[in-house]
């Protein structure tokens, strides 16, 4: 593997386009402070949402046309013929979700000796036709510019996922205790009783699930971010508004709603609970690292082409399983994406052999290294050549 000298200075801009949510700003803004943090890259930012991009660190403020946060240089990308004040190229330039970088900047790199290295960060799939496509060229059709796809991916000869070097230890010193009385105001629950965190788009199933957890014969308790999920609970429980720091019950079902956190204690969540709702991109890596029982929301695409993705990534995570298990994930999952009722019971029965599975497959996703270790070591064969 090549490397880049451990004093070679790179400069690293990073184009994002919000489409929509939080996804696209939360890979982006996760790479952008894992170059900076763990790989002495230094990293500008260009987002054109800032709205969004406060909601996950609140330090960024959405009125300034340029700031510094956590040691990252972020400028609003205003209109897409914006490229910042100076034309000053990085070295390295990552293009985040094909958002079409600004033409006076392609004219600006093509111009620039040596040429910087871009990169084509594509989303994350689990499909196998990834790995074959990952750090391919991908010619530019009017300048010869170094252009190659970076494809995230959750096998063997892809980009893997981020994960930031010191997670795990967070992971351990977590104090779970101390989180339900800060977060939730309440004690840790504990016997019988399963805590389910919810974070997921508008749902048709959600209904069916809700009656099923309030009418279960051991409690759930649900954690509830603030968000596009929140008017279905609070149709449930009749009440106007499930909106932060709100409670409701109904038979076995507790559910808490909680505020819209920073990024990085997002996690935290997912720690506390037993199992995890997890929707788009980055909440969905963030629960194998959590290493619980999770059930993913994907991101729905025209013509349904999130269903192969979705297939992918089922059958990277229940390759190991029994057929009896990894049919009741695949099931729930699918439910969970629109085909049939989810079946609670059938799923939970599970959960013992999904702890066990979570453990192992976040060592199986190790092994493709960190996303951004991969990123860095793809940069430095590009620069060698
Ligand atoms: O928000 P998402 O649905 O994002 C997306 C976008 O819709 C995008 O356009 C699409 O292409 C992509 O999914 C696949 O889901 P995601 O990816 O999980 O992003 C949510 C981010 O919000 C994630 O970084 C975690 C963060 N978050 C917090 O920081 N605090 C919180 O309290 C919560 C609930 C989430």
Redesign the pocket.
Known sequence: MTTLAADQDIACDIFCA??????????C??LARQLRAEHGWRVRLFVDDLTAFH??CPQVDATLARQDALGVTIEHWRAPAHAGDTLAIADVVIEA?ACELPHAYIAAMARRDPKPVWINFE??SGEDWVADFHKRPSPHPRYALDKSFFFPGLGAGTGGVLKERDLDARRARFDADAWWHERVGIERPGGEATVVSL?A?ENPAVDGLLAQWRDADAPVVLLV???RISGALARFFGIPAFAAGASARAGALRAHA?????????DE?LWAADINF?????????AQWAMKPFVWH??PQADDAHVPKLDAALAHYTRTLQKSARDAVARFWHAWNGAGMPDWAEFRAHRHTLERRAVKWAAELEDIGDLAGNLVAHVAARMAR
């Open positions: 919000v489409v929509d949510n939080f996804g696209d700003i939360g890979v803004w996760r909601a996950l979700f989303y994350l974070f788009y971010p603030e968000g909680l505020g819209f956190v920073e990024q990085p204690l997002f969540l997890v929707r788009g991109e980055d909440s969905f890596v963030r994907i991101y």
